[in-house]
C-alpha cells in the first residue's frame, strides 16, 4: 500500500530545501508525494505571499527534471511525484563508488595521475581552503603534481563511512605528508617553506563532491589549515 505524504504548504514550502524533502520522504517511508492542483495557482503564490520559486510544486519539479523523482501522474485532481527508492539507492551507491576510488587514487598513495581524466569532469569545480581556486582537469592535475613533488609521501584516507544525497557525496578525511622535495612550497595562503625543509604536516577535514552522470563536477573542501600553517613554520603555535 502506498503511503501518502501531504506535506503543509507554509512549513515546507518556506523551510524545506529539495535534499531534505527526499531525505525525510525516506524516512517516513513514503514512496509518493502529494502536490494537490492548487499550488499551482498564481492565487496561492499571493495567499501564502510566496515566491513561485519556492513553492513545493516548483521543488518537486526541479527534483523530477533531475531525474530524482520519477513518473509524474495526477490523480486525486493534483499532480503526483513517485519517489522510485530503488533507481535513487542505486545511484547513491554508484556516487560513494565513484567518490571512493577518487579517495583512494587521487589522495591516497599510490596516486594514479590517469583517474582525473576518467573520474573528473572537462570543468571540474576544485576548491579547498589552504590553496587557490581551480578549474578544469588541466589546473587539478597540475595542483596534484606540484603537492606530490612537495611531499613524496603525501597520503589521505577517510575516517568515516561516505555519506550521500541526491547528486552530492560527503566525506571525512585525515592525512599528510613531509616535505621532502627539492622544491619550494608556496601553494598556500600565506607564507611558503623553502626546499625539501623537512617539515611534516597531518591535519583533517571535510570535502563534499558533486557527481554527475558518472564525473566529479565539484570537489569543495574545509581543511584544518592554521594546523597545516602551525606545522610548517609559517604561524606560530599557541
Do not use: C
Amino acid at each position: 500500500m502506498a503511503t501518502w505524504l501531504r506535506p503543509n504548504h507554509t512549513a515546507w514550502v518556506e523551510q524545506v530545501l529539495e535534499v531534505e524533502l527526499l531525505r525525510a520522504a525516506r524516512e517516513a517511508g513514503v514512496n509518493r508525494v502529494v502536490v494537490p492542483a492548487a499550488t499551482h495557482g498564481a492565487a496561492v503564490y499571493e495567499t501564502l505571499g510566496l515566491r513561485p520559486k519556492n513553492n513545493l510544486a516548483a521543488v518537486i519539479s526541479r527534483l523530477i527534471s533531475s531525474r530524482r523523482l520519477r513518473d509524474v501522474t495526477a490523480p486525486e485532481g493534483g499532480p503526483v511525484a513517485s519517489d522510485d527508492r530503488e533507481d535513487e539507492d542505486m545511484s547513491l551507491e554508484k556516487n560513494k563508488e565513484i567518490v571512493g576510488r577518487w579517495f583512494t587514487e587521487f589522495w591516497g598513495n599510490p596516486f594514479n595521475p590517469a583517474i582525473i581524466d576518467e573520474l573528473a569532469a572537462p570543468d571540474i569545480r576544485f576548491e579547498y581552503s589552504l590553496h587557490e581556486p581551480m578549474r578544469g582537469r588541466d589546473e587539478v592535475r597540475a595542483f596534484a603534481t606540484r603537492f606530490r613533488t612537495a611531499f613524496p609521501d603525501l597520503n589521505f584516507w577517510g575516517t568515516a563511512d561516505l555519506i550521500a544525497e541526491g547528486d552530492y557525496v560527503v566525506g571525512q578525511w585525515e592525512g599528510g605528508g613531509t616535505h621532502t622535495g627539492a622544491v619550494v612550497f608556496d601553494d598556500l595562503p600565506i607564507g611558503s617553506v623553502p626546499a625539501a625543509s623537512g617539515k611534516t604536516m597531518r591535519f583533517t577535514g571535510t570535502s563534499v563532491l558533486k557527481v554527475v552522470d558518472g564525473l566529479i563536477v565539484e570537489e569543495v573542501g574545509l581543511d584544518d589549515g592554521v594546523a597545516v600553517l602551525q606545522q610548517l613554520g609559517i604561524i606560530p603555535t599557541a
